[in-house]
């Protein structure tokens, strides 16, 4: 799928969604081998904090946790998505480097965030920024998976090929 077909797939997602936040986006997760590039483009080492805004079944988390050896916190909305990420953080005996939120990303503090990876829509992504801009502190990184902050100039950006699921991605690196 191109990415003009996939950002109208995405976003008719959040036109059908129900729920009490406001829907920043569909649930649509990041294959795994990009999570990895995220994180380590995002550069997060063990003992950081990092911080998943809408994150889905929770493997950005779950992999910042176990592979990265980070502290991880997601924030869902939806509840089923919250349910199952956090049962999977369980059985993985995650739970002490490793949680899920269940609320509104718009309304949590990330001012203790390292890195803050995010994979939302445009326009939508841009509601997160002032409270970005206002919380997060010197240093810490944003990684965005595919669409940009309207109104920051990424540090660098990652281009990964389609390697036969039929889209390519694109990462963007964000540094305050
Ligand atoms: C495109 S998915 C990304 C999931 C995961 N971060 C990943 O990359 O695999 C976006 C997620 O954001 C969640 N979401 C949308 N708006 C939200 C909000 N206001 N607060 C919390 N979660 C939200 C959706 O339910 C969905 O699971």
Redesign the pocket.
């Known amino acids: 799928m191109r990415k003009l077909a996939f950002l109208a797939v ?1 976003a008719l997602g ?1 036109a059908a ?1 129900q ?1 009490d ?10 294959p795994e081998t990009v ?1 990895n590039k ?1 994180l380590q483009l995002g550069e997060l080492k063990a003992g950081e904090k990092m911080f ?9 988390v779950i992999m910042a946790a176990q592979r990265f050896h980070a502290e991880a916190v ?5 509840k089923d ?1 919250w349910k199952s990420s956090m049962d999977k953080i369980r059985k993985l005996g995650l739970d002490k480097t490793a949680r899920i939120v269940n ?4 309304k949590q503090n990330y001012s203790s965030a390292d890195l803050v ?5 445009p326009g ?1 992504i841009d509601k997160v920024q002032p409270l970005l801009d206002r919380q997060l502190k010197k240093g810490a990184r944003v990684v965005s ?1 595919d669409f940009e902050f309207s109104n920051w100039t990424p540090e660098k950006s990652q281009n990964i090929a389609d390697d036969g699921e039929g889209r390519s991605h694109t990462l963007f690196l964000y540094r305050k």
Do not use: C, N, Q
């Open positions: 995405f959040v969604a729920g936040g406001e829907k920043l986006a569909p649930y649509y997760p990041t999570v995220m998943d805004l809408g994150s889905g079944d929770g493997r950005i997601g924030v869902e909305l939806d998505l609320g509104d990303l718009l990876t995010v994979y939302l829509l939508f998976h």
